[in-house]
């Protein structure tokens, strides 16, 4: 454990990132601040100011043990209170390419919450630090530098209601845990600092959630079906048992091909699914709500590590840098792996240096993000470079995926990386490879010859 490295610590928002944050900061810092602008405590629905909550959101298997490691016993709270532990390879059924992959235990478990009741649990371990503190329900509106701009030295900040005035926290050092919709950029660039370079693709994604209580099972053994939009079928959905009793459904099309939010074009978006398991699901089931579409354009990274000066006291940390496509689940878990690299520093007995840790965040974010941006470009409609490289990827990962139809040692190999506890490169090793040629062989005209 490290010493105190500062006195107070303003953390911009109340999301899970901004959670996981402030378990990191609190072993730095003598006072951790949240601020947000919804009602925070003992909320266990969806929030104004995180419309994805109503929406499947989760851990991935790495994310799932970064998790456990900011709250020891998290896990098995959350499965007391009745969320369904899953593992990713072993009772996640997975249909890729129109195809159900082999399963196996692979120990790359996960808790099937829903986000609300996910920030809740997570929310109920900060609320018990003595340092922390919520201020609810008062906005942010913008940072404070130091008068030669070098350093951010606190936040503005406005409690909702009539008679409130703005007033200033200062603070050794200010995180921004504010979502895709940070303001960070613009009040760089109001203090002279260089515009925040950005990159991303336009994937056109949009994707309507409903919940059920069901008549019947249609999930066998497993806790999970989930069906992987493809060049042949771009649509895909996830189909998952989740707290109290509820299942939870999500289905998503990309390039502007989004599923209808009347129950009857709803539901039949989802008979067209490549998983006949999950029509069959909800044709009797009882909806707990109506369907709810969000809309998500664009893939988007904010480089702040490329930035050629940043100022000091300032970190940004989760989709304020990082939105990849929520398809693939990444995002929360790319918020627990920062928050994990900074409380290691933190227990150094060192303060973040904000460029440095800038590095580190996009250290962290880079697999991940060019994992998820190639498989975007297997759409021919999403525009975007399609290097040699990118082509061999797209050949090997659709043979290893038939492949992991016979075997299942590749689904877990696949879900390995898929879930960030692996790097890709994993997948090249000989043993794998030589997998991947033997069970795909015999079907190599339907991918579309060598690679």
Known sequence: MGSEVGNRVVVLGGSITALFAASALSEGYREVVLVDRDE???????????????????????????????????????????????????????????????QTRAGLTCVAARRPVMEAHVRRRIAALKNVTFMERTDITGLVFSADK?????????????????????????????????????????????????????????????????RHDPFGTSHSIISVASPDNPRGAIFTKSDGGRVELTTYGIMGDH?????????????????????????????????VLFKFPT??????????????????????????????????????????????????????????????VGRIIDPAWEMTEAINLTFPDVEGKRTRKVQVLHA?????????????????????????????EALLRPSVVWRVMRHSRAEMPLLGGRI
């Open 396 to 424: 090997y990962m659709k043979r290893l995926q038939l492949a992991a139809t016979k075997d299942a040692s590749l689904t877990e190999a696949f879900m390995r990386s898929a879930g960030l506890v692996d790097p890709l």
């Open 150 to 214: 070098s350093r951010v030295i606190g936040a503005r900040v406005q409690r909702q209601g009539e008679g409130n005035h703005e007033e200033t926290l200062t603070a050794d050092l200010v995180v921004d845990a504010t979502g895709r919709g940070s303001r960070t950029p613009v009040w760089l660039e109001a203090q002279g600092y260089q515009r925040v370079p950005e990159e991303g693709t336009k994937i056109g994604l949009g994707y309507v959630t409903r919940h059920y209580k069901l």
């Open 40 to 102: 925070l405590i003992d909320v266990w629905d969806a929030r104004r100011g995180a419309p994805q909550g109503r929406h499947i959101n989760g851990l991935i298997a790495r994310g799932s043990r970064a998790m456990e490691d900011l709250f020891p016993e998290i896990t098995a709270q959350m499965v007391t209170a009745g969320c369904p532990l899953t593992d990713l390879a072993g009772t996640v059924k997975w249909y890729m390419n129109g195809r159900a992959l082999a």
């Open 259 to 291: 599923p209808p939010t009347d129950p009857e074009g709803f539901n039949q978006f989802v008979k067209s699914l490549s998983a006949p398991e999950i029509y069959e699901g909800i044709s009797d089931a009882e909806p707990l709500d109506d369907p």
């Open 299 to 360: 893939t988007l990274r904010r480089r702040y590590e490329l930035m050629s000066r940043f100022p000091d006291g300032l970190l940004v940390l989760g989709d304020a840098v990082c939105t990849p496509n929520p398809v693939f689940a990444q995002a929360q878990t790319l918020a627990a792996l920062e928050a994990l690299a900074l409380r290691d520093l933190l227990r150094t007995g060192q303060a973040p240096r904000s460029k440095d840790f800038m590095r580190t």
